[in-house]
């Protein structure tokens, strides 16, 4: 059995060996809207996805200036006294003309004593080496994570939920950004997805350990209104977990997961007015301690069946 590092390797714990000071994100929003929804890359969108329910887009205002302003303030006043990785969060951020993303990101460039970071999330499909180009020069002297939409490795279930791309276009867009080495990738996957057997999500976790990704995203699949989703669980064929299967799900899977992986998240996080199913009793924190505790009581780590 490998040796044990630690129990899950969280982003904190990454951000804590990078940085001598806390760093928290500050999420910013564009409104770019996504290229699967507009018919440019397909129609419809994913299956489970309304936007507002995956962010604070609703609250934000101003330019992406203005929204770094108020943000960086808003929690100064709060008495944060760390710094930011500045999250272009909703939507798909790298879904604009490349002189308009190469500005709103070099924004980050005029708050020197606030800002250590950039997170990008997007769509595999929509990446170009003009974007890199920038993200690359950028990661010389800011950490930089591209946050790329996955969800799972099996063709079948992307069709299914309608992503618009397919697993090798996934594994093409990686290959392209490592030219760039010091930009960081980060996997989102969703668990529980529709038709998936737990031998299918280990198989996704196998290959974010394959394709050496520094980082995941894990969600728990999630019903959220206005969504095709919803309409699929309404009529009774889709099913979620109860926050006891998830557990006993994350336990099963973290020891397989690499060790060098930074989990970014482990539990997906819904605007509770658009959260459908499931509805647990524990708040998502609860949760994640569980989590810890029964892999304690296991005595399992992540990358510990690695
Ligand atoms: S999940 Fe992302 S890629 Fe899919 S429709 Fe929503 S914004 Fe677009």
Avoid at 180 to 202: A, N, T, V
Wanted: aromatic share 10%; with cysteine.
């Amino acid at each position: 059995m490998p040796q044990k590092k630690r129990l899950i390797y969280r982003l904190k714990d990454y951000l804590n060996e990078h940085y001598p000071f806390t760093v928290r994100k500050l999420a910013v929003h564009t409104r770019l809207g996504c290229p699967h929804r507009d018919g440019r890359h397909g129609e419809g969108g994913c299956v489970y996805c309304y936007n507002p329910g995956f962010s604070t887009i609703d609250e934000a205002t101003g330019s992406v200036r203005e929204q770094i302003q108020s943000g960086i303030q808003r929690s100064r006043k709060r008495g944060f006294a760390g710094k930011f990785i500045v999250y272009f969060q909703s939507e798909t951020n790298t879904y604009g003309e490349v002189e308009q993303l190469h500005e709103w990101w070099g924004t980050i460039e005029d708050f020197p004593e606030d800002i250590v970071g950039l997170a990008i999330g997007t769509r595999p499909d929509c990446i170009s080496e003009d974007i890199l180009d920038h993200l690359g020069d950028l990661a010389n002297r800011y950490m930089v994570w591209l946050e790329l939409g996955l969800q799972s490795v099996h063709d079948q279930t992307l069709e299914l939920i309608n992503r618009g791309h397919d697993y090798q276009c996934f594994q093409q867009t990686v290959e392209l950004i490592r030219y760039f080495p010091k930009i960081l990738i980060c996997g989102h996957i969703i668990l529980g997805l529709p038709g998936e057997s737990i031998d299918e999500m280990r198989y996704t976790i196998h290959e974010i350990n394959r394709m050496n990704l520094e980082g995941v995203k894990i969600h728990h699949l999630q019903v959220v209104w206005h969504t095709a989703l919803a309409e699929w669980y309404a009529e009774g064929s889709v099913k979620v977990f109860t926050a006891n299967e998830y557990v006993a799900l994350l336990c099963e899977l973290l020891p397989e997961l690499s060790a060098d992986v930074v989990v970014h998240r482990l539990v997906g996080d819904i605007r509770d007015d658009l959260l459908i199913a499931p509805r647990w009793e524990q708040p998502k924190t609860q949760v994640i301690q569980r989590v810890e505790k029964l892999m304690e009581e296991k005595g399992v780590w992540q990358g510990s069946r690695v």
